[in-house]
């Protein structure tokens, strides 16, 4: 096994598990605001982009770490998915239809691409992609006003922050820089 696979297996599932926790907490809430909404609707909507680009990296990785980076996004973002889908069902929050134009367009170019330019191609959008979803969530989980989002935020930060440490290493390992 490579040092970044599931190197904090037993701490990601402490944070899933509770994840999956805060989302079915009943504690007081105010409901959630235009942007607590916003925020899940972008959730869900990047998540089903993950998990699109993640099988993407399955199918056209070149590398074995970038197919394994992408099942882990599959499978973790699949997860987070399911979770956030509770949280929008019990806040009756609408989930998006799909994924956004901006996805689509990303996917797209990926699919055109293979061997090295594939994994670089992926790498690089998975860092971008990674650090944006890291401010959003924390974000979230500071400024929320719904308590079971801010949690579920929080816990999420957790584990796209282990994501991030992860593509970040990937990206060292295959010489690809990635500007802030």
Known sequence: MNSFQFSN?????LGVT???AASLAMGQSSGPSASDKKFVQEALEGGTAEVQLGQLALQKGNSDDVKQFGQRMVDDHTRLGDQMRQIAQKERITPPAGISMKDKALAARLKSLSGHSFDKAYIEAMVKDHRADLMAFKKEAS?????SLKDAASRGSEVISNHLHMI???AKSHS???GQ
């Open 9 to 13: 297996k037993a701490a990601y599932m």
């Open 18 to 20: 509770a994840l999956y």
């Open 143 to 147: 400024t929320g006003t719904d308590s």
């Open 168 to 170: 970040e290493d990937i």
């Open 176 to 178: 690809v820089t990635v």
